[in-house]
Structure formats: structure tokens, C-alpha cells
């Protein structure tokens, strides 16, 4: 099974994918660590401790809990944490293993990141989505009241371990959430890719082995890739907001609460792809394709009493936006996008309003 290298400028290191990966934890560790922490919540401690006692066979380590959901991805827990480590004997040898969906891997990641200015992580991540994107890249952070991931700093691990395994016990809804973000890398730069999700969808949803791993390999191939050539967001790593600004507004909108990050980028990007059509950059065919295998994938909580000009009108409120400019991520063709920053605000209003009007139905 494949095992990516991820090159940036502050470590290399490997994103194993493979069933079985918490396994080679070992594998990772400094031959000299000090404590080792493993950050996790409880719900995934109780379904896979399993996998990280018999992957640590006999070696001691602690495990700090943290209570899972958006609401709890704060500083004040990063301290809590970090008075626990301290508590515990924790030093600059010390190492922290995070274990769980992207809110662990962006939060153990933070900590790890500014525990005494600084200790290894090693990344097991246990969603599709914190496998395919969280815990690939080294961002890590926490939100504020004013936003979501307004501080955090760049902290890339030792390693990335994913098993497609562990997935079995994801909710069937986070599971569709992460394949959005599948569906995005395929979009963003991977005709095949994209394929494989048109043809299998059947196969996807039900994971059987062949087309989850293949997919999953794909998405952390890709990602590695970018990260690489990019890894702070100056220039390619831009791609990978495609469906964000867009799917960020839904979410702020909504309070983070009607819809999950996967579902917000799926609405987004189904925004981006009428933009694109509509301002010519993007073929009739390919538009077609990408709105139905986002449908083929869906559905995801109604839009219904969603208003267009309020979603508008917090684009240009998205952090990602850089004095006051809204930068679009567009798709020219299936596995390839722009940056576009000179929409015009009556095109992207008119593409909410067409992909509010493609998500009316009342599904959940
Ligand atoms: N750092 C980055 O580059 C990056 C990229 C994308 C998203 N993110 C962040 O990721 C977060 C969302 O992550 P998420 O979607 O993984 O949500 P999450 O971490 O909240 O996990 C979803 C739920 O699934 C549970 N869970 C985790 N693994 C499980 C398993 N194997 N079986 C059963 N239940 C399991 C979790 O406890 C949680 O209740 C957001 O905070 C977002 O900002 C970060
Ligand atoms: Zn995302």
C-alpha cells in the first residue's frame, strides 16, 4: 500500500496509507522520546484504543481526552491540555500522538505546536476527511468567537498514518462529508480520480476495500503534492479552496450548526462550478458532470430559507479573503482550476442563488 512523501520546508515526511497503518506507529517515534501523549475523544477511544495499545505493545503513554465538536475547538482546551501535559512529567522530549477526526489532529496539532514552543505530533487520523485533507499539511489552529481557524500555527508532524479500517464505525453522513472533499481533489486536479467517483459511486458508499483505498491514496497523493509545492498557501495550495469561500459562507451563515464542513464545500461547489459556467470558463459537459456526481453523493440539508444576498455579502468576510478581495477558485475543466479575483458581485450572486435553488428539497 503507498506511502507519500510530503516536502516542505520545515520537515519531509510520509503519509502512509494502508490498512493496518497504526501499526507502523512505531516506526515514526524518535529513537530517543520522552511521554508519550495520545490526544483523542472519548467516542473514538472507546471504538479503536485497541489499534494504538497493540501498535504501542507494552510502551507506556498517556491519554489526554478532549470533548469532540466545533464549539470545543478553543484555546481555553489547548491550555487544559497543555496544564495536564505538565502535570503529567511532559517535557521537550515528549511526543503527542493525535488520534481521531480533523478537529483532534487541527487541535492535538496546535498543542503540540506550542508546547514549550514545540513538540513532535505524529497524525492517526480517524474521519475521511481528517485522513484525505486535516491531518495532511501541518495546519493546525483553533477557532475564536470571531471564526472559525483564526489562530493557529504551521506545524507539520512526524508523520501521517491513515487506515482506511477505521472508517467502518464513521456515521454514514461524515463518511459522505469527507468523499466531498474527494470529489474536490478530483476536480481541482484529477480527471481520473473524478471518474472513479462518477463510475463507483456504489462501490464508494458501501467502502468496499478496492475503491476506498484507491481513492483515499489518491486524494493523500495529491495533497502531498501541493503541500509540497506550496506548503504555507502563497501560490498552488490556493487550489485547494475550491468550493471554500463559497461553502465557508454557508457554514458561517448557518452558525456551524445546519451543515457539515463536507456538506457547506458540496453547496459551494456546486456555487463555483455555475460561476465558472456562467462566466464562459467552463465547458457545458463539464459542468453537468460535476453538478451530477455532487447529486450522486448527496444529498445534503436543505437550503430552503437561505438567503442569497446574506450569503454574498459574508464573502468578502471569509478569511481567506485579503483586503477585500474575494479570491474564486474555478474550474476550467474536469481536473483543472483558476484563482480568479475580478468576479464581478452580481455573477457570483447569481450563482448562490442557482446552487440554492439545485438544494431546496427538504432531505434530513
Ligand atoms: N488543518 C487542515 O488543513 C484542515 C482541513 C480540513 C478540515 N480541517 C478541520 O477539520 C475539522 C473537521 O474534522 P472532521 O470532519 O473530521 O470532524 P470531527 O473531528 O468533528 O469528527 C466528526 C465526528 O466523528 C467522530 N469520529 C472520528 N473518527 C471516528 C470513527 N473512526 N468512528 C466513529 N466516529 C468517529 C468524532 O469524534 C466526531 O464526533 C474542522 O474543525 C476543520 O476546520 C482542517
Ligand atoms: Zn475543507
Not at 104 to 131: E, K, N, S, W, Y
Not at 157 to 162: C, M, N, R, T
Not at 180 to 206: C, H, M, N, W
Request: aromatic share 6%; proline share 4%.
Amino acid at each position: 500500500m503507498p506511502q507519500f512523501e510530503v516536502s516542505t520546508p520545515q520537515r519531509t515526511y510520509a503519509a502512509v496509507v494502508e490498512r493496518g497503518a497504526v501499526n507502523r506507529l512505531p516506526d515514526f517515534l524518535p529513537a530517543k522520546h520522552g511521554k508519550l501523549f495520545v490526544v483523542t475523544t472519548q467516542d473514538v477511544w472507546e471504538l479503536h484504543a485497541e489499534r494504538i495499545r497493540k501498535a504501542l505493545d507494552g510502551t507506556s503513554f498517556d491519554v489526554l481526552f478532549f470533548t469532540g465538536g466545533e464549539q470545543n475547538k478553543r484555546m481555553a482546551h489547548v491550555e487544559q491540555l497543555a496544564e495536564e501535559m505538565a502535570e503529567k512529567g511532559a517535557d521537550r522530549s515528549s511526543v503527542i500522538i493525535a488520534f481521531g477526526g480533523g478537529i483532534v489532529t487541527d487541535l492535538a496539532g496546535f498543542l503540540a505546536a506550542i508546547f514549550m514552543r514545540g513538540i513532535p505530533v505524529i497524525q492517526i487520523a480517524t474521519t475521511l476527511l481528517a485522513q484525505v485533507d486535516a491531518a495532511v499539511g501541518g495546519k493546525t489552529g483553533s477557532n475564536l468567537v470571531a471564526g472559525k481557524n483564526l489562530v493557529g500555527v504551521f506545524h507539520q508532524p512526524l508523520a501521517v498514518l491513515i487506515d482506511p479500517a477505521v472508517l467502518t464505525t464513521l456515521p454514514e453522513r461524515e463518511y459522505r462529508a469527507g468523499l466531498y472533499e474527494i470529489i474536490k481533489t478530483g476536480i481541482i486536479a484529477s480527471e481520473p480520480l473524478f471518474r472513479v467517483l462518477a463510475d463507483q459511486r456504489d462501490a464508494v458508499l458501501a467502502q468496499h476495500h478496492h475503491a476506498v483505498d484507491h481513492i483515499i491514496a489518491e486524494s493523500v497523493r495529491i495533497k502531498a503534492e501541493v503541500v509540497s509545492s506550496d506548503e504555507r498557501e502563497s501560490g498552488r495550495r490556493k487550489i485547494l479552496n475550491f468550493g471554500h469561500t463559497f461553502g465557508h459562507s454557508l457554514e458561517a451563515e448557518t452558525h456551524y450548526k445546519g451543515f457539515l464542513h463536507g456538506e457547506a464545500v458540496s453547496w459551494g461547489m456546486r456555487a463555483a462550478t455555475h460561476l465558472a459556467h456562467d462566466l464562459g470558463l467552463l465547458p457545458d459537459s463539464d459542468a453537468e458532470s460535476i453538478l451530477f456526481v455532487l447529486d450522486r453523493y448527496g444529498p445534503i440539508p436543505s437550503t430552503r430559507n437561505i438567503c442569497g444576498n446574506a450569503l454574498q455579502s459574508r464573502l468578502v468576510k471569509d478569511k481567506k479573503t485579503i483586503q477585500s478581495k474575494v479570491h474564486f477558485v474555478l474550474p476550467t475543466r474536469i481536473g483543472d482550476v483558476i484563482v480568479k479575483s475580478d468576479v464581478p458581485p452580481e455573477a457570483a450572486l447569481k450563482a448562490i442563488r442557482k446552487a440554492l435553488a439545485d438544494t431546496q428539497e427538504v432531505t434530513q
